[in-house]
Structure formats: structure tokens, C-alpha cells
């Protein structure tokens, strides 16, 4: 059977049950095995692109990469709408945006940083 251009299988007996959770298994640990390697693109591009005052990228798809949450403190985003920051940043990474589930921002601007920090 095909879904979405997708070859698929039927599981019709306890016996391949067992196998396909084995092979979805497998599946997810090879793709968990992606996800420090996304974290470090998205890392790097958003690095380079706006050279941060402040960076953090967490994985918070319980490491697999799927979903990812991202806090930026650029001089880029001086006066500029939010909405702005977040296309600007959604522009960087949108080859990554096609392979992830979900990406949570939280752009600033420097002194929106400083003024936050204890």
C-alpha cells in the first residue's frame, strides 16, 4: 500500500507486529541520531548570520530532533516588529524548517536582553 507517495505495510499477525515495532525501533533511534547534528546547523547558521549576544538551541523533542526551541538576542532585530525577527530567523533556517516538526522562538534585541538579565 502507498500513503502520501510513501511505500506502507500491513501488520497482520502478532508475529509482525513484533517485527515492525523492531523496525520502527530502529527507525527512531536512527533518527535520534540526527538531532545533535541539527542542533549544531542551527547552531552555526543563526551564529553566523546574526552573531549573537546570546544563543540557546534546546532540543525539546526528547532528542530526536523533531521539535526545537530557540532564544536570540541579536543587534540585528533593533527596530524591527517581532513578527520581523521571527521571518528573519524562519529565513536562515528554512532548509531545516522542512525536516523539523516545530520550532519555538524568542527573539530580542540586545538591550531587551540586557534589561531581563538578574
Do not use: W
Request: aromatic fraction near 6%.
Amino acid at each position: 500500500a502507498e500513503y502520501m507517495g510513501k511505500k506502507m505495510f500491513l501488520v497482520r499477525s502478532s508475529k509482525n507486529l513484533s517485527s515492525s515495532f523492531a523496525l520502527n525501533g530502529s527507525i527512531m533511534r536512527s533518527l535520534c541520531q540526527t538531532s545533535s547534528s541539527k542542533q549544531l546547523v542551527i547552531e552555526k547558521k543563526l551564529t553566523e548570520h546574526f552573531k549573537p549576544k546570546h544563543l540557546r538551541v534546546l532540543d525539546v523533542s526528547g532528542g530526536c530532533g523533531h521539535s526545537f526551541q530557540v532564544e536570540i538576542a541579536s543587534h540585528e532585530f533593533e527596530g524591527k516588529l517581532m513578527i520581523h525577527q521571527h521571518r528573519m530567523v524562519n529565513e536562515i533556517l528554512k532548509d531545516e524548517l522542512k525536516e523539523i516538526h516545530a520550532l519555538s522562538l524568542k527573539t530580542q534585541t540586545i538591550s531587551q536582553f540586557e534589561k531581563q538579565k538578574p
